[in-house]
């Protein structure tokens, strides 16, 4: 069945670091791929997005591009800021239509000192 | 309206008590979700609906009873509760798997 990896946590980092959270799939198709952002005591809100092969996201100063030959989707900030701190999960989708499930890798949390 | 409205934000409730939680979404979406997340965990599915059908259940105990009156709102009943069905409980929607799932702020549930 389909799986999501993500790297073990947490992560700190100081603020203006450079933020790598790595992310790989296994899949049978040719899945969409996500990153949800939790900010603490809040649900869960779409950070980006990637539909297809070579396909980069990006979206408050993140990006991840869609890599099928390594089956991955690494999450990059060049500089995280204070407010940046929240769980990160990277998420897949089947194309199987409008009730298609997404499956989520365990979330990494990040916290970023000032 | 791009949202997913959950209520009510918060919500104890005793092992003996029926309860419902209300999503309500207006932006056209034809399928919606629950989600159950424990602290620390990613969402775990339970229910999902396609054209107000229930297409999805992932073997949830009876003593959650999803409802879906219409295309814009979801319910999920509780009855008989056990301490350890306290969680978040989130909904979401979905236009169409390549556009990501739009997820509510969740209602927190504590059974006492």
């Known amino acids: 069945g389909d799986s999501v990896t993500q790297m073990e946590g947490p992560v700190t980092l100081s603020e203006e670091a450079f933020l790598t959270i790595n992310c790989t799939y296994t899949a049978t198709g040719y899945p969409s791929l996500f990153w949800y952002v939790q900010y603490p005591g809040e649900g869960l809100q779409l950070l980006l997005k990637a539909t297809k092969a070579d396909d980069k996201g990006s979206n408050k100063g993140f990006e991840a591009t869609y890599r099928k030959e390594t089956t991955s989707f690494h999450l990059e900030k060049g500089s995280v800021q204070v407010s940046d701190s929240a769980v990160y999960f990277c998420?897949?989708?089947?194309?199987?239509?409008?009730?298609?499930?997404?499956?989520f890798g365990k979330g990494i949390t990040l916290s970023v000192r000032p | 309206d791009t949202e997913v409205t959950q209520t009510p934000k918060h919500l104890v409730m005793g092992m003996t008590n029926k309860k419902s939680l209300k999503c309500e979404q207006h932006m056209g979406h034809r399928a919606m979700y629950w989600y159950k997340q424990k602290a620390k965990k990613p969402p775990e599915l339970m229910f999902v609906?396609?054209?107000?059908?229930?297409?999805i259940n992932e073997s949830v105990p009876s003593r959650f009873s999803p409802e879906c009156p219409n295309s814009s709102l979801l319910n999920l009943h509780l009855h008989a509760l056990q301490p350890e069905d306290s969680a978040l409980y989130l909904c979401?929607?979905?236009?169409?798997?390549?556009?990501?799932?739009?997820f509510g702020s969740g209602t927190r549930l504590t059974v006492v």
């Open positions: 998420a897949l989708s089947e194309p199987t239509g409008a009730n298609s499930k997404l499956t």
């Open positions: 979401a929607s979905s236009r169409d798997e390549g556009y990501g799932y739009t």
């Open positions: 609906y396609s054209y107000e059908k229930l297409s």
